[in-house]
């Protein structure tokens, strides 16, 4: 009886084994629930706000160029952040489509890839480089050094326009700034996307920090179609010249300029002046003595136009119709001076329209740093478009055109030879052939063809026996001229 006194009841040994075995897995929940909230908190980090101020930290893409210091500041902001907005708030500001403004430009700042991060160090005194002030420090991510203030006329504006370097940290704040050369642009033009696609592209193929050995022009494809509506697309071979005119034409217009007056780095690089002399004729089918009277009239005097260009079109002379003796059809040759000739000032050619008719001449008055020649090599008639294969021949180097440019304008320009840098091929068919690309490298000094994703060297003797359509020249300065000289 003593022994079994001392021995429990079974169900309350039964009801102790259960509540330790709830405690055991309750504390077991607990510890796991602590083990995920924080891969719960860093997968809810997507949605999290994230303002101007700490866009280049906590986005991926810039968290390696911020200093050391920035990055507590911004992990205690965002926590902050992540207790005052609650799950559901961000999800009804979602759904109402209320983004913050501020965080939508922080995210699409094109300037970010410049940031150099082997130059940047932030244990220098928080003092400007030019006027050792400790007001207003900024500092320039791309070079490391420091500026004062952020307006039109401050150290660090005249800074980034002048060396093209947007993307600032202030010193005192922590917030990061970039500017966009203070060009503005009306509400809702999406020409601007353009630029900023191929100013994309263009830093992305010239960048020495490049982990990647090429890059996919897919986003500046898309903003050409979407930018010319159409006009040009992926799917569909377009004309080479048509889509030159155009695309300088539209990058010009989107970063601010006009036919006059304002200009941009396009037409700084491209854009020339001629003197346009046109004179009007009388209808061949009047009788002599009435056109001479006519004549002697204000109207069929001739006028001279100042205009410019951004590329010179060079006509080619008429290809044969007939086969010769052989019964095979002869490729004509033509020398590239023979068709320059047209801007000589002194060589009249007739233009025909529908009710007149007009003899005009053409004088370069301002040769740019680089000059675009365009072979015309298609024309088009009511039936179909034809296309003239007459091989053009031309020098690789030294093509001096001072003879072309009037007495007046001689002496200002000191420097009229130009030297071959590219030369886009035609091939084929008006409306099936494909494009080569014949490109100097400048560096070793030598040629490579490109069509596609094909790369080859070649000689440039082979240059001048194809079908050149568009050519690149470029001005010689002093020092190259020298350097060719010896």
């Not at 030019?130 to 050094?145: E, F, M, P, Q, R």
């Not at 060009?183 to 033009?189: H, M, N, S, T, V």
């Not at 093509?399 to 030369?423: G, M």
């Amino acid at each position: 009886m003593s022994g079994r006194s001392k021995r429990e009841p079974r169900g309350s040994t039964r009801g102790k084994r259960e509540s330790e075995s709830r405690g055991s897995s309750g504390r077991v929940k607990r510890e796991r629930d602590r083990e995920r909230e924080p891969e719960a908190a860093s997968s809810r980090g997507s949605p999290v706000r994230v303002k101007r101020e700490d866009f280049a930290v906590a986005e991926p893409a810039s968290a390696r160029e911020a200093p050391a210091s920035v990055v507590p500041f911004v992990r205690v902001k965002r926590e902050r952040e992540v207790d005052e907005d609650s799950e559901p708030e961000r999800e009804v500001r979602a759904k109402n489509g209320r983004v913050d403004s501020e965080d939508r430009r922080s995210r699409h700042c094109p300037y970010l890839d410049t940031i150099n991060r082997s130059v940047l160090d932030f244990d220098f005194e928080k003092l400007c480089s030019i006027s050792l002030s400790h007001i207003n420090a900024y500092a320039c991510l791309v070079c490391g050094k420091y500026f004062q203030g952020r307006g039109l006329k401050s150290h660090a504006y005249i800074h980034s326009v002048q060396f093209s370097h947007h993307v600032f940290l202030n010193l005192h704040t922590l917030k990061f700034y970039y500017n966009y050369k203070n060009i503005k642009r009306p509400p809702g033009d999406i020409m601007f996307l353009l630029v900023q696609r191929f100013g994309e592209l263009m830093r992305k193929l010239w960048n020495p920090r490049n982990f990647k050995a090429h890059v996919s022009p897919h986003e500046m494809l898309q903003a050409v179609v979407l930018c010319s509506k159409k006009t040009f697309q992926i799917t569909k071979q377009g004309d080479g010249v048509d889509f030159l005119s155009w695309f300088l034409n539209a990058l010009h217009s989107a970063l601010g300029g006009t036919k006059k007056k304002k200009k941009t780095i396009v037409t700084d690089v491209f854009q020339g002046s001629m003197r346009i002399f046109t004179k009007k004729l009388p209808h061949p089918d009047l009788p002599a003595e009435e056109k001479e009277q006519l004549l002697h009239n204000d109207e069929y005097q001739e006028t001279m136009v100042e205009s410019t260009f951004m590329y010179l079109t060079l006509d080619l002379p008429t290809a044969p119709l007939y086969k010769d003796e052989k019964e095979q059809l002869i490729i004509p040759q033509v020398p590239l001076f023979n068709i320059l000739a047209k801007f000589n000032g002194i060589t009249e050619k007739e233009y025909k329209t529908y009710k007149e008719n007009f003899l005009k001449r053409f004088q370069l008055t301002k040769l740019p740093p680089y000059l675009i020649f365009c072979i015309k090599r298609f024309t088009k008639n009511n039936f179909f478009v034809e296309k003239n294969p007459t091989i053009v021949n031309f020098p690789i180097t030294n093509v001096d055109l001072r003879e072309y440019l009037s007495e007046e304008v001689q002496a200002v320009h000191k420097n009229t030879t130009y030297d071959l840098i590219a030369n886009i091929v035609h091939d084929g068919k008006p409306s099936e052939g494909s494009y080569r690309i014949h490109v100097l490298h400048h560096g070793t000094g030598k040629w490579y063809e490109l069509q596609d994703l094909q790369v080859t060297d070649i000689l440039p003797q082979m240059i001048t026996l194809s079908e050149a359509y568009i050519q690149i020249w470029k001005r010689r300065d002093n020092d190259e001229t020298n350097q060719q000289g010896a």
